[in-house]
Nanobody, 125 residues
Framework: QVQLVESGGGLVQAGGFLRLSCAAS????????MGWFRQAPGKEREFVAA????????RYADSVKGRFTITRDNAKNTVYLQMNSLKPEDTAIYYC??????????????????WGQGTQVTVSS
């Protein structure tokens, strides 16, 4: 059974940047679509970005398009989220997730099968 572990979160000022990492273990990482989601207190989990198995296709939420970039390194069993020009509204716990059922990207949390524990991102004004 694959497990996911996020890292790279922290506290930054508005306009700053962070790179989140999600390391997978236990199963072939390259076989699955990967996504990033976030959840702020009192709100539902929100889609951020997703990437296909080969990394040839990506999808982003409108709120982060042009600022965030999702990439993957299958040789390292790791997916990344580069977060630039951060805003206070980006503050949330960020989760990576794995979809073993589809070849294409999906923004629906219910379509993902394995989740990490999350990493906190806080953006101060």
């Amino acid at each position: 059974q694959v497990q996911l572990v996020e890292s790279g979160g922290g506290l930054v000022q508005a306009g700053g940047f962070l790179r989140l990492s999600c390391a997978a273990s236990g199963r072939t990482f390259s076989s699955y679509v990967m996504g990033w989601f976030r959840q702020a207190p009192g709100k539902e989990r929100e889609f951020v970005a997703a990437i296909t198995r080969s990394g040839l296709r990506t999808r982003y939420a409108d709120s982060v398009k042009g600022r965030f970039t999702i990439t993957r390194d299958n040789a390292k069993n790791t997916v990344y989220l580069q977060m630039n020009s951060l805003k206070p509204e980006d503050t949330a716990i960020y989760y990576c997730a794995l979809d073993w059922s589809r070849l294409g990207v999906t923004p629906e949390p219910g379509d993902y099968d394995v989740w990490g524990q999350g990493t906190q991102v806080t953006v101060s004004s």
